[in-house]
């Protein structure tokens, strides 16, 4: 006999929390997506001023938005990891790590 039978067609609080648990978990499985569907807008190579070539020590193998083996996060088409543009943003270097404490024995 189901909960709504025994209370004469009125809603028990147990009928209404499994019935709120299967509408949340129904919203959350269709709002869930594997990949996200925004679109990234990329930047032209000319509106960047990119060059295939370095300019000095900066290029695009060293700057945070360069994904390799050929792309960027910002920048649309092909670049290279010798390449250089106007928003070249230097990645962070690692932290210089200490010298070992003494053991004291």
Not at 43 to 59: F, L
Not at 72 to 78: E, N, P, R, S, Y
Request: proline residues 9%; positive net charge.
């Amino acid at each position: 006999m189901s909960d709504e039978a025994k209370g004469g067609g009125a809603l028990s609080r147990r009928a209404l929390l499994r019935r709120a648990t299967v509408t949340l978990g129904t919203v959350a499985v269709i709002s869930a997506r594997a990949e996200p569907v925004a679109a990234t807008i990329k930047i032209s190579q000319s509106a960047v001023a990119y060059q295939d070539h370095p300019q000095g020590d900066k290029r695009c193998g060293k700057c945070l938005q360069f994904q390799p083996p050929g792309s960027c996060k910002m920048v649309d088409g092909a670049i290279s990891p010798q390449g250089f543009c106007r928003i070249f943003a230097p990645q962070r270097q690692a932290a210089r790590s200490l010298p070992p404490l003494p053991v004291i024995g």
